[in-house]
């Protein structure tokens, strides 16, 4: 205690120093032992397949045939198929790509901001997080892939990323756009490297187990991706270190994608578009969301796993905590927009948003506004959060909320532009609905491989961070 | 584990990173050789209904290409001709040759002789021959030395970038509107001479040929 | 409750009733100083009129910067149930209690707007005659004045700041006081009152200070719009907060109060907020700037035009401003904060401190003095008289800030010392 | 084949245990030495008396090769290869390259800092004596171990198990290269 430190030098005021009992959590509950630990994430991918399973894979797979088929209709047929028309060129597409960018963003969130800020908390949420990231901008991806319709220009040399080609012309970086184009990729590419350096001792665990039980294939599968781990504190040294570093750059990299993401918008002179505060916005937006989908898809792996030990009421409140600031800073920047457009005098502006409040497509206004605003002000209240059904429902009105928002901003704006005579009404067509349902079955079907052949939780890192690991046995002085 | 893995398995990891490069760069290269127009259209000669010989006609004849292609000066669009433009020889020679049989039919009908076409731009792309023509943009520059094919065959690879080529610089090309249909004219001063009254051209005649994705993709 | 402590305080201990006498005439000092610099910038304001009463405005804005920071990083520690920062909360509740001082020094600006309107918010007199700023007509005939003008009015102006500083001062008030209260009673209740406090404070005082900020300030410009200004206060305001902190403890460091109880890992942690609001501050003005520039709009784009060049087309003093602080706002901060030494240095993260809250004084100049236009609509020059007022006026309110934050410093415990998270912030190691 | 020898390998059961034995190794003056740990254990660098680790150069040199791979060739497109107007603005601006530049910034250092990582690692490396052991099967669960090698200047075999011993070693083995 404070005692301790009362020597000769320190002021007298330490002498007073009593601090009244009001005790943190623990990250890891009922004291558990380092191989409790991996034994409960390993035992996860050891033991045999459950029924369950196979069950969510085929509803998984059923439902991500939904997209194939989609994405085979659209480019055997042309991207007529999908709702667009003048003046709404775009709106799905780019609604659900915005949409799962978000989504991915409270993973990285979680992975790197978190470990800036030394929230230990993390330990136990980061690596799904990661993976729902990634499979997140995979999802994302196929959106602005397609929309293109003869998909081959997208990726073909050239067209998207410089490359020296037949027709001697370079992508415009003057466009939203292409930056896009390099944020997403460079997210994608980093997410993935971050989660596998992450990976590296697990699967060196993991190696070793599967040797020990004899089985060699898998342990040479795991073995040759964990690169010849073998814990040596020399590598633990580079490694942290260097773990440190990708998460000081994935930090503002995870800004930095929404933000771009938000030019898109912002840039242009579209009423409802093109306001100062988007970038925020859309980050706080984004992280939102993805906390969003992080406790939709955890309280039900913890339930399933029995994982209370490790994802505890503590996260749980942390997350709520979040996603309740975040809204709350969304709900500042909706009224910021509603003001400013007033403020702003722009009559095409105060348009904009008297049309987004009681225009055609109020019902989705409210949807929003209710969905992201309302919503979270229920996590003020400690016996919400401490009910973990509701929460869970909360969280799914999050991501509804989520989806309208982005949609409220991109077709509102677009259905009612400048001049009257190109006024419109977009409907979304059969194929789009199936091919954005779908992608949640895409989703899924990842993430089911995944909490299936990886490690759910980084298991270094937690036990890195439980009390037995200090080296000072918590009680010796420094 | 070591045990499962020989100690010649430390080099594995770097031999694949080399096999993956390797194979990364032959595709690229492929790419960048293989998907271009230079690749794909250059040498397309197919076989015509008639076995007309532009070598015959406009090399050892002499013709004018504008004697058949009539309207290249004054269209955006180049004719290919009408069995009547055949018809004002060939009603007095080769009356009789089988391997016109294709073009009295044709005279005889109405109906277009039904010739296979090269040079083709694609929809999106608006090109104007007269334009071309007029401020000194010679036949050769683009189809190559038709005057010396038996068959033509697809002699320049159309490409963007090679379209380019001339509207980033088009004093290397240009050259007095009188020797446009000449095709084995060269500069008399060499390239140095052809780059020196190229420049004259561009400038007396304002040549600014664009370079905005407007200017063609219309 | 403060009357209580007070009575205990001396008997801490002799040292310690030692250095509250002279923390007491250190007050005194700096009370003097502030009236000097107030009746410095008065006399200002009857020689130059406009020009003194904008850099009144830029001073005062200023220190109202610095204290909502202040507040914010009080209510942010408590949202969070932060730990290390535990021991620089105190200070924190000190020195907001120069808030309603602030807004009794804010009163002569709303008295301006009633008996000379046009001084200062151009607004405030709609029959103000916009030609001497190169305009035409009056603010009354200004139709963009006439769609803000339920807004934009003496009246609002006036409720406003009565709300925000009565608001900020009943927080303020409240925080300090519980945390106070603790120290003797040692109940936990008053944890919880803070945190409520907290969360009814950070909505209220999100969204005054957003509201007070657009009449005092992006209001003196009222064609100007941008819906990032709010955030951009708010990055401002954390900045020169942060700033303030670590020049605090480290003065109480040097003096002696916080040896043993500042560690390295104090240092670091403030060390990395500074850096991270650094890069925060950046990601808020480049976006402002950059979506204004890309998109191009005239009735965006005047705003930086007129800091940059003339309506002639040539290049202004201003432009310079802009550039050091795109220098001296982010790219020296950052470039000094990155390094791990710096952060620990005792000598040196003050001073980094000390350029970061003057550079931020720099960025409320550059916000609030062009404004100030000749009748040719250019802004007057950045190397002028202005700047003496301004320098009068950052030590005149600064003055009395410190004087209210020294009046508290005697009458309270040093730090916290039943607060359940003291324990953990006096230990703290990353 | 006649198996050489490799070095010592002693088992600690807990984080205090081979903070302290680590101490001890580095304070006997040991060169070619490590510790085996399944988590980083906070402090022993420290103890082993590592020096800070030299990612970060990589990293910084990744960043900078990436901002200014972006900018010049945001330039070479944009301003010398094929000037092109688009909506008005110039051919080359840094403000417009810079989102690129960012990008291209954080992946180059992303790319550079994991690069360093396994070079100064010298890693991947599949084969290695502490993997053949048989303790390594369970040492990345929960216990911690000090590696010993017999190509350190100072090492002596009798010397190193008592010095190992002395520290608390729970169990002492050989390792075969």
Redesign the interface.
């Given at each position: 205690?404070?005692h301790a430190?009362t020597?000769h030098?320190?002021?007298?005021?330490?002498a007073?120093?009593?601090?009244?009992?009001?005790p943190?959590a623990t990250l890891v509950e009922k004291n558990r032992?380092?191989?409790w630990v991996?034994e409960k994430i390993c035992g996860i991918i050891e033991g045999p397949t459950p029924r369950w399973w196979w069950i969510a894979f085929a509803v998984s797979g059923f439902l991500a045939s939904f997209t194939v088929a989609g994405i085979i209709y659209l480019v055997s047929t042309g991207v007529g198929v999908w709702g667009h028309a003048n003046p709404v060129n775009w709106a799905w597409d780019i609604v659900n790509f915005v949409f799962w960018i978000g989504i991915g963003h409270a993973g990285t969130l979680i992975s790197a901001i978190l470990c800036?800020l030394?929230q230990k908390w993390r330990t136990s949420i980061n690596r799904a997080a990661e993976a729902m990231t990634i499979f997140a901008v995979v999802c994302a991806a196929i959106f602005p892939v397609f929309h293109v319709g003869r998909v081959w220009f997208a990726v073909?040399?050239g067209y998207l990323f410089?490359?020296?080609?037949?027709?001697?012309?370079?992508?415009?970086?003057?466009?939203?756009l292409?930056?896009d184009v390099?944020?997403v990729s460079?997210y994608g590419?980093?997410s993935v490297?971050?989660w596998y350096?992450g990976l590296i001792?697990d699967l060196?665990?993991l190696?070793?187990?599967f040797?020990?039980a004899g089985d060699?294939i898998r342990?040479?599968l795991y073995?040759?991706f964990a690169?010849?781990?073998?814990?040596?504190?020399?590598?633990?040294?580079?490694?942290?270190?260097?773990y440190l570093?990708?998460a000081g750059?994935?930090t503002?990299?995870v800004?930095?994608v929404h933000?771009?993401v938000s030019?898109d918008f912002?840039?242009?002179?579209l009423p409802g578009w093109?306001?100062?505060?988007?970038?925020?916005y859309f980050v706080a937006g984004a992280i939102f969301s993805g906390f969003g989908m992080v406790l939709t898809l955890m309280l039900p792996l913890r339930a399933i796993f029995r994982l209370e030990d490790l994802i505890t009421q503590y996260h749980i409140d942390c997350m709520c905590?979040i996603i309740l600031?975040t809204g709350?800073i969304v709900g500042?920047?909706y009224?910021?927009?509603f003001f400013?457009a007033?403020?702003?005098?722009?009559p095409y502006e105060g348009f904009a948003f008297i049309n987004r409040a009681f225009g055609h497509y109020a019902w989705a206004y409210w949807i929003m506004i209710t969905c992201n605003v309302v919503t979270p002000q229920f996590f003020?209240f400690k016996r919400i959060r401490r009910n973990i059904g509701l929460v869970w429902i909360l969280s799914i009105f999050v991501n509804v909320g989520m989806w309208f928002e982005r949609f409220v901003i991109i077709v509102t704006s677009l259905a009612r532009d400048f001049l009257p005579s190109s006024w419109g009404y977009y409907s979304p067509s059969a194929v789009e609905i199936f091919t954005f349902f779908g992608t949640f079955g895409v989703f899924g079907v990842l993430f089911l491989l995944f909490i299936r052949f990886l490690p759910i939780m980084p298991?270094?890192?937690i036990?890195?961070v439980m009390p037995?690991?200090?080296?000072?046995?918590g009680h010796?002085k420094h | 584990?070591s045990?499962?893995?020989p100690k010649s398995a430390?080099k594995l990891?770097l031999q694949i990173l080399i096999f993956i490069g390797l194979t990364t760069g032959i595709v690229?290269a492929g790419?960048?050789y293989y998907?271009?127009?230079?690749y794909t259209r250059v040498g397309y000669a197919p076989t015509q209904p008639v076995p007309f010989s532009h070598a015959l006609h406009a090399g050892q004849l002499g013709m004018d290409c504008r004697y058949c292609h009539s309207n290249v000066e004054k269209s955006g669009h180049s004719n290919v001709p009408t069995a009547q433009t055949c018809m004002n020889c060939h009603n007095q020679i080769k009356t009789d040759s089988p391997l016109l049989a294709p073009v009295r039919e044709s005279y005889a009908s109405g109906n277009p002789v039904p010739w296979l076409r090269l040079h083709q731009a694609p929809d999106y792309v608006y090109f104007n021959h007269s334009v071309h023509v007029a401020r000194g943009v010679s036949c050769v520059s683009c189809h190559g030395q038709i005057n010396e094919m038996d068959v033509v065959h697809h002699a320049k690879?159309l490409?963007?970038?090679?379209c380019?080529?001339c509207h980033r610089d088009p004093a290397k090309f240009v050259r007095d509107p009188k020797l446009v249909t000449n095709l084995d004219w060269k500069h008399p001063g060499g390239d140095a001479g052809q780059l020196e009254q190229g420049k004259k051209f561009v400038h007396d005649w304002n040549i600014q040929p664009p370079q905005s994705c407007s200017g063609c993709h219309r | 409750m403060s009357t209580h402590v007070a009575t205990i305080s001396p008997a801490?201990?002799g040292?310690?009733a030692g250095s509250t006498r002279s923390v007491s005439a250190a007050a005194n000092k700096a009370l003097v100083l502030g009236l000097v610099g107030l009746a410095a910038t008065g006399l200002g304001v009857v020689l130059s009129g406009k020009a003194a009463a904008f850099s009144y405005l830029t001073g005062l804005v200023f220190w109202v910067a610095v204290s909502l920071g202040a507040l914010f990083l009080i209510m942010i520690h408590h949202?969070f149930?932060a730990?290390w920062s535990t021991v620089l909360r105190r200070q924190y509740e000190n020195w907001i209690t120069c808030l309603p001082w602030l807004g009794l020094l804010f009163a002569p600006l709303l008295i301006s707007a009633v008996i000379a309107p046009g001084l200062i918010w151009k607004w405030t007199d709609p029959a103000y005659d916009l030609s001497q700023v190169g305009g035409h007509g009056t603010v009354a005939q200004d139709?963009?004045w006439v769609?803000?003008s339920g807004?934009l009015s003496t009246l609002t102006l006036i409720i406003a700041s009565f709300v925000g500083f009565g608001g900020w001062t009943l927080i303020s008030s409240r925080l300090r006081a519980h945390s106070v209260a603790?120290d003797n009673d040692?109940?936990?209740a008053h944890?919880h009152a803070n945190r409520f406090w907290t969360?009814v404070g950070l909505?209220f005082t999100?969204?005054s200070m957003?509201l007070c900020v657009?009449l005092w300030v992006k209001a003196l410009d009222y064609h100007w719009?941008?819906?990032?200004f709010?955030?951009w206060f708010f990055a401002g305001a954390i900045r020169s907060a942060l700033s303030l902190g670590v020049i605090l403890m480290v003065w109480l460091w040097s003096r002696?109060?916080?040896?043993?109880?500042l560690n390295n890992n104090h240092m670091h942690s403030i060390g990395?907020l500074m850096f991270a609001f650094t890069?925060f501050w950046a990601?808020?003005t480049f976006?402002?700037y950059?979506?204004?520039y890309?998109?191009n709009?005239p009735?965006e784009t005047f705003w930086y035009s007129l800091r940059e060049i003339n309506k002639d087309g040539v290049f202004n003093t201003w432009g310079y401003v802009g550039m050091f602080l795109l220098f001296g706002h982010f790219v020296a901060p950052f470039l000094t904060l990155i390094h791990y030494p710096v952060k620990l240095s005792k000598t040196w993260l003050p001073r980094v401190g000390a350029f970061i809250a003057t550079v931020v004084l720099v960025d409320m100049t550059y916000n609030v003095m062009p404004s100030l236009k000749n009748s040719a609509g250019d802004a007057y020059p950045f190397l002028s008289l202005n700047l003496l007022w301004i320098a009068t006026s950052v030590v005149g309110v600064g003055g009395v800030c410190v004087w209210a934050y020294l009046n508290s410093f005697a009458k309270t415990?040093?730090?916290p010392?039943?607060?359940?998270?003291?324990?953990?912030s006096?230990?703290y190691h990353? | 084949m006649a198996a050489t020898f490799y070095g010592l390998m002693a088992r600690f059961d807990?984080?205090?245990e081979?903070?302290h034995a680590?101490q001890q190794v580095r304070d006997a003056g040991y060169k070619n030495w490590?510790?085996?740990?399944?988590?980083?254990?906070?402090?022993?660098?420290g103890?082993?008396g590592?020096r800070?680790?030299?990612?970060?150069k990589f990293?910084l040199l990744g960043?900078l090769t990436g901002f200014t791979t972006g900018m010049s060739?945001?330039w070479f497109?944009?301003a010398f290869?094929?000037p092109?107007i688009?909506?008005g603005?110039p051919y080359f601006s840094p403000l417009?390259?810079f989102?690129?530049s960012?990008?291209?910034t954080?992946?180059f250092?992303?790319?550079a800092?994991?690069a360093?990582?396994?070079i100064?690692?010298w890693?991947?490396?599949?084969?290695?004596p502490?993997?053949k052991s048989k303790e390594?099967?369970?040492?990345?669960?929960?216990a911690f171990y000090v590696v010993i090698e017999a190509r350190d200047p100072k090492f002596d075999l009798n010397r190193a198990k008592a010095l190992l011993s002395q520290a608390g070693a729970k169990e002492i083995s050989e390792l075969e290269a």
């Open positions: 205690m404070a430190h020597d030098s320190a002021p007298a005021i330490l007073e120093v009593k601090p009244v009992a009001f943190r032992s380092f191989s991996t800036l030394r073909l040399p410089p490359f020296p080609n037949a027709n001697a012309i370079w992508p415009n970086f003057r466009s939203p292409e930056w390099f944020a460079t590419t980093v490297l971050f350096i001792p060196a665990i190696r070793d187990r040797y020990r060699k342990s040479a073995g040759f690169m010849g781990w073998r814990g040596s504190n020399r590598h633990w040294s580079n490694y942290e270190m260097a570093v990708l750059i994935s503002p990299l800004l930095s933000t771009i030019f912002a840039v242009s002179l093109h306001t100062t505060i988007f970038p925020p905590k600031a709350t500042y920047a009224g910021m927009e400013i007033w403020y702003g005098s722009n003020w298991m270094a890192e036990k890195a037995q690991a200090d080296v000072h046995g010796d | 584990m045990n499962l893995f430390n990891p690229l790419v960048t998907a271009t127009p230079k690879p490409s963007m970038g090679w380019l080529e | 801490s201990g040292s310690a949202v149930d730990g139709v963009l769609k803000k807004l603790q040692g109940d936990i944890t969360a909505p999100a969204l957003t657009i719009y941008s819906t990032m709010g955030v002696g109060d916080y040896k043993g109880i990395m890069v990601y808020i976006s402002q950059f979506l204004i890309m998109a709009i009735e415990k040093l730090i010392i039943r607060d359940p998270r003291i324990v953990e006096l230990t990353e | 807990t984080a205090p081979i903070y680590a490590d510790c085996i740990t399944p988590f980083p254990v906070h402090g022993l660098d103890a082993m590592l800070r680790s030299n990612v970060p990293s960043g060739m945001i497109t944009g290869d094929y092109l688009v909506g603005k417009f390259a989102p690129i960012y990008e291209l954080i992946l250092t992303a790319f800092t994991i360093g990582m396994f100064l690692n890693l991947p490396q599949h084969y290695h502490v993997l390594i099967l369970r040492g990345l669960d929960d």
